[in-house]
Structures are given as C-alpha cells and as structure tokens.
C-alpha cells in the first residue's frame, strides 16, 4: 500500500483497522518488522508506543488518519513533556 495516495490510505486504514479491532483494551500489537510494541486503547483510540528497534512513522500516519491519538505514554499519565512516538 503507498499510503501517499488517497486510495492507499483507504487500504491502510481499513487494514489496520481490523487490527486493532482484534486487540483488547489495553492489550500490544507487535509489529515483526521493527520488533514496535504498540499498546491499543480502543474505547480512547488512544495508540502508546512502548519499545521498538525503529519508529513506524507510516502506522503513525494511519492512525491520525483513523482519528486516534499517539502517545509515548499510558493515558492518564499527567506528563508536560510528553511526546507522541510520531514526532
């Protein structure tokens, strides 16, 4: 998918939409490429990075096109510093 188009967004979107559907709240998604641990908060659409060997500033992208938050942080973690993994 070249999520640089529109219509590849729309791929990347529906895709990785069906992921996070499959996770419970609270629970990772592992991303084998980067070995990128992401906890998902659906009920928040909130996406926390947690480790990871390389950013995935592409799953970043789709998850603001989604409409989610990405954080370095669990939410609820009062931090004036926090930076979103994307950045």
């Not at 995935?56 to 973690?77: N, R, S, T």
């Amino acid at each position: 998918m070249n999520i640089a188009t529109s219509e590849g967004m729309r791929q990347a979107i529906a895709w990785q939409t069906g992921q996070v559907n499959l996770i419970k709240e609270g629970g990772a998604w592992i991303v084998p490429r980067s070995g990128t641990v992401i906890k998902i908060y659906g009920s928040k659409k909130i996406a926390v990075f947690v480790t990871g060997i390389y950013l995935e500033p592409d799953i970043v992208k789709v998850f603001k096109a989604m409409g989610w938050g990405v954080a370095d942080k669990e939410p609820g973690q009062d931090n004036p510093d926090q930076k979103a993994f994307a950045e």
